[in-house]
């Protein structure tokens, strides 16, 4: 019996038709570089994946949000870039995406995640026909869109807007807010925060001592805020209702987001690359959107006294 296996081993190794009757899948090797830790997002991309039989290995970076410390990182890698050791890099986040297109400087095909304007940060030149490397999924969701959902819950005739100065996202975010509450007859007062100052702590001290009133308190979906969600909810939560566009808002007990559900924008990013991995070129895929949905909390709502809509997706 061992020399008749000893005789198939041999026969593998010199003659290429036995070698492929029992063929082994190589992993593909995907470079994930994350902005703020691991989010639903990422774990739906990598378990999609997964479902459509591409075996990957995963090297995982997390930029803490931090511009710098990421691009340093990324610039120590690009040699393994250059030799070829990712098949592929995912990335969450438009800084996140940035730095990674950068660096990878279309050595390694692209594949972003929950960017919110891929054309005006310079992702890709043309949504329909990607041309710089790289392709992905959006979750920007028109202002007039996100607030007709929040009708649903609430009237909102004064609304006020935390948005992170030092982003371009939540700039534009924020007047694109302007311009449909001008369209819609609501008065916006826009308070700017960043990272480095303490002017989100400022801010929120004056709304609860009513120095700033609203019918809501809104941001849209800047990672920095959202990073500070729990802190906005604690120094909130009763005085006014919050509402946001991201999904992590509700999770962070917010009374709603209107926003993409993010394990299906990680769905349909893994299904991008799994195409980009089978060889398809980036430049044929499309960036993707996925639709809109009334995130609610039922625990907020429910101090609120305001209903939650039947179609609403109820969080604790």
């Known amino acids: 019996m061992l020399r008749v296996l000893l005789a198939i081993l ?39 994946l997964k479902e459509l039989g ?56 692209l594949v972003f995640n929950v960017v919110y304007d891929p054309a005006q940060t310079g992702l890709v030149d043309n949504p329909d026909q990607p041309g710089l490397g790289a392709t992905g999924v959006t979750n920007q969701v028109p202002a007039a869109e996100q607030f007709a959902l929040f009708g649903k819950l ?49 801010a929120l001290a004056e709304i609860a001592a009513g120095k700033i009133a609203g019918d809501a308190v809104y941001a849209g979906p800047d990672s920095y805020i959202i990073s500070r969600a729990a802190d906005v909810r604690a120094a909130l939560a009763g005085r006014v209702p919050l509402v946001g566009g991201s999904e992590a808002f509700v999770d962070a ?23 980009i991995l089978d060889g398809v070129p980036v430049t044929k895929l499309a960036v993707r959107g996925t639709p809109a949905r009334l995130f609610v909390s039922r625990r907020a709502a429910e101090a609120a006294g305001i209903p939650v809509p039947p179609d609403a997706a109820a969080k604790p």
Not at 76 to 82: A, L, S, T
């Open 10 to 48: 041999a026969l593998a190794l010199v003659v290429p038709g036995l070698a492929a009757a029992n063929p082994t899948h190589e992993p593909k090797h995907v470079l994930m570089v994350q902005w703020r830790g691991a989010t639903p997002a990422d774990t739906a991309f990598k378990d999609r």
């Open 54 to 109: 591409v075996p990957v290995e995963y090297t995982e970076i997390d930029a803490k949000q931090d511009r710098t410390a990421l691009a340093t990182t990324l610039r120590e890698m690009r040699p393994d870039m250059v030799a070829g050791r990712w098949n592929l890099i995912y990335s969450f986040g438009t800084s996140a995406s940035q730095l990674s297109l950068a660096v990878a400087r279309q050595r390694v095909p």
């Open 154 to 202: 609430l009237p909102i005739r004064r609304l006020v807007v935390l948005f992170n100065a030092q982003e371009y996202n939540a700039r534009l975010n924020e007047g694109q807010v302007r311009a449909w509450a001008q369209s819609a007859g609501v008065e916006v007062v826009s308070i700017p925060v960043s990272a480095d100052t303490n002017a989100l702590n400022q």
């Open 253 to 275: 007990g917010w009374l709603a987001a209107a926003s993409p559900d993010y394990a299906a924008m990680g769905r349909a990013a893994a299904e991008q690359a799994a195409a």
